[in-house]
């Protein structure tokens, strides 16, 4: 080959690839209409007993609808169910089925497909333990339905609202279906449309759906619900510049997942805002309890004394207020004022007190913490400043969302902080909060702890449930397992053209309509 | 020619099998908890327990790995936890968007460097051969991911003419 031809060759390819390599209110309710909603991902399958992600949730709480629902502020409030009555201390539930209550296909539902779904939640759902200790069921009449346990759960009502794995009803010729093989058809709002994987789902208006007429409107997933719109299409578009790209060219009315840095190219535009939701998730600092130097409570409440609050969320610069709870103030059991005892304490001296005590002599002390999650690594930095203020010999590991994750739940990988967010405790309440409690911060035993959570679920007085749940939180917050940072919100964008959006953990699409 | 042919079809067959192991070994040798994955970071020890049972992680990993050679050799390549659908199935309905993609790609990109590279050849040394290979250099040189983010803020947002997302089969 001449030196002009190989010269020709290579000027070709590396054009070639060059170019290859860019080309990879008070306003009328109308009716009608399609809203366009995009989401990060689509879901992998919307049988409800196994839905677990967001955008899973989210579709599948506009087709299905459980006994019992959370309300506005995530308190139980009976949606299929009219009433629940409680009887022999807590450990016989009767609910009385609405009347009238159909399933998309027009079928009536009775206490027959109430008692099918029981027990195929009991066989295929992720969260199946939450039936584990039912000793049986009736059914006397249609719209009559009886759960016998074998034990006192004065919170079983509570743990029935929940959202994640939801316990809703499907028609009974469901029961024997294989996890994720059931068909979609449900007594919500909306029935499943058109669904092409990696790419769109559609909703559609039910128009054989029932609503609640006891109720003035709608009321978190319970209340009266009207749909005003013909159908909600969800486009799955990962990238979040393209999410944004397509609100603003206006081929979305509504995008999921927005950072304030992306929200700030909403500015100034007259058509496009942000929903800012509050709450959402809570952040933490996890202490391991059984590892190391952490094993000692004095570290652990050290660590818990040199924490500025306000130092760290000014850091990571997420969507993010101040509250010292566990739970949020709509919450029954919020004992916020409490709480403010162990909150942002910001005092290196008592901290250096504490580890005097505790014996402490310069040992390292591992904060582990990931590179995926910007605003996690950013508070394990910041902390590991204010630990070294106070003389503790702080050193950061920052490895994998996947291991760090992982080794949170297992308490492997050999640290002694980090940190991450819980979204679903704090919103249902204590009864939601033992396992997390437990699991992150890796504890042992705590009599003093377990005796309380013991009382929680077995007191059918509320306030004694009450006075249970703020020894459970002083003692969590008291021993330094968790040291919370702040409460986080979450961040969409939308065209004002969608009329009628609240903000709520999850996007509802009842009750809204396009102007 | 017969002879050959099987033979090369018969020397492929441990190189499937080495690769299989490495593929599975490396999947086991990877961070982090397929079950925790899929679970969610909040899940309870119970619901992480139950996940894996029904993945079948909780089996020996030689009763796994057998498991699976069972069935890649009925041609069952198991199915995707992300699209709750078989594996075959998945790349089989994708297979012609990524060929329509790489056939459209080619015949916008082979004639065009074809000719700017010629052009480039021809008057070397000038500014339009600097130019040619500036332009290459910078499309070899930049992320995919970064030109992507560009290419829809220009293209979409700026100048409205295509959509920020989305495929259209050509027809």
């Known amino acids: ?515 | 020619m017969l002879r050959g042919v099987a033979l090369r079809l018969l020397q492929a067959i441990p190189v499937v099998v080495i690769f299989a192991v490495l593929v599975f070994t490396l999947l086991h040798l990877l961070p982090g908890d397929p079950a925790v994955a899929i679970a969610g970071s909040e899940a309870t020890p119970e619901a992480i327990e139950r996940i894996r049972q029904q993945l079948g992680l909780d089996r020996p990993v030689l009763e796994q790995l057998g498991a699976w050679f069972g069935r890649l050799a009925q041609g069952d390549f198991g199915k995707s936890l992300i699209l709750n659908q078989s594996v075959l199935s998945a790349v089989v309905e994708r297979l012609p968007v990524t060929l329509s993609l790489s056939f459209l790609s080619l015949t916008v990109t082979i004639p065009f460097g074809i000719t700017l590279g010629v052009l480039a050849a021809y008057w070397r040394n000038t500014w339009l051969d600097s130019l040619v290979m500036m332009s290459a250099l910078v499309g070899v040189s930049m992320p995919s991911f970064w030109l992507g983010i560009l290419s829809v803020i220009f293209f979409s947002v700026t100048l409205g003419w295509l959509p920020p997302s989305g495929y259209t089969p050509i027809s």
């Open chain 1, 1 to 515: 080959m001449s030196l002009r031809a190989l010269k020709l060759t290579l000027s070709i390819s590396i054009v070639i690839a060059g170019v290859m390599a860019g080309a990879t209110g008070s306003q009328a309710q109308n009716k009608g209409g399609q809203i366009t909603y995009s989401t990060v991902a689509g879901p992998a399958s919307l049988d409800p007993y196994m839905a677990g992600s967001l955008v899973e949730l989210e579709i599948a709480h506009g087709i299905f609808e459980t006994l019992v629902a959370m309300d506005e502020n995530y308190n139980a409030r009976p949606m299929l169910a009219s009433n629940v009555e409680t009887s022999n201390e807590a450990k016989t539930f009767t609910f009385i089925l609405r009347k009238g209550v159909k399933f998309s296909t027009g079928q009536e539902m009775t206490s027959a497909d109430v008692l099918a779904s029981f027990q195929r939640f009991a066989k295929v759902s992720t969260n199946a333990s939450l039936l584990a200790d039912v000793e049986k069921y009736e059914t006397p009449d249609p719209y009559t339905f009886v759960v016998h346990l074998k034990s006192t759960n004065a919170v079983f009502v509570d743990l029935l609202k929940s959202s994640t794995y939801p316990l809703v009803v499907l028609p009974a010729d469901q029961k024997d279906k294989p996890a994720r093989e059931v068909e979609i058809i449900g007594t919500g709002p909306f029935k499943l449309g058109e669904w092409q994987k990696d790419s769109h789902l559609v909703l559609l208006r039910n128009e054989n759906y029932v609503p609640d007429e006891t109720a003035s409107g709608p009321d978190g997933f319970a209340g009266k619900k009207t749909v005003y719109v013909d159908s909600i299409r969800y486009m799955f578009i990962p990238e979040a510049n393209a999410r944004l790209a397509a609100l603003q060219t206006k081929k979305v009315d509504a995008i999921a997942d927005l950072t304030l840095d992306l929200a700030k190219r909403l500015d100034g535009n007259a058509e496009l805002t942000t929903l800012k939701t509050f709450p959402y998730c809570q952040q933490y600092f996890v202490i391991h309890a059984t590892n190391g130097l952490t094993a000692n409570p004095l570290i652990r409440q050290a660590i818990r004394e040199v924490v500025n609050v306000d130092d760290i969320t000014g850091a990571t610069g997420i969507l993010s207020q101040r509250n010292p709870s566990l739970l949020y103030p709509a919450s029954p059991y919020y004992a916020g004022e409490m709480a403010t005892t162990f909150y942002d304490q910001k005092s290196p001296a008592k901290a250096k007190e504490l580890l005097k005590q505790a014996g402490y002599n310069g040992e390292k002390l591992i904060l582990q913490t990931n590179s995926n999650y910007p605003y996690m690594r950013d508070s394990i930095l910041v902390l590991s400043e204010q630990l070294k203020e106070a003389g503790v010999n702080a050193d950061v590991q920052v490895i994998d969302w996947m291991s760090n994750s992982n080794n949170l739940q297992r308490g492997t990988g050999n640290w002694n902080v980090s940190t991450t967010s819980f979204c679903s405790p704090p919103l249902l309440g204590p009864q939601q909060w033992k396992s997390t409690i437990y699991t992150f911060p890796h504890i042992d035993k705590d009599p003093p702890m377990d005796a309380a959570f013991d009382r929680l679920y077995k007191s059918v007085d509320q306030q004694a449930r009450k006075i249970a749940w703020f020894d459970i939180e002083k003692r969590v917050l008291d021993q330094g397992y968790l040291i919370k940072v702040a409460d986080t919100g979450s961040l969409r964008g939308y065209n004002t053209r969608v009329q009628g959006l609240k903000p709520y953990f999850y996007l509802r699409f009842w009750n809204t309509w396009l102007k």
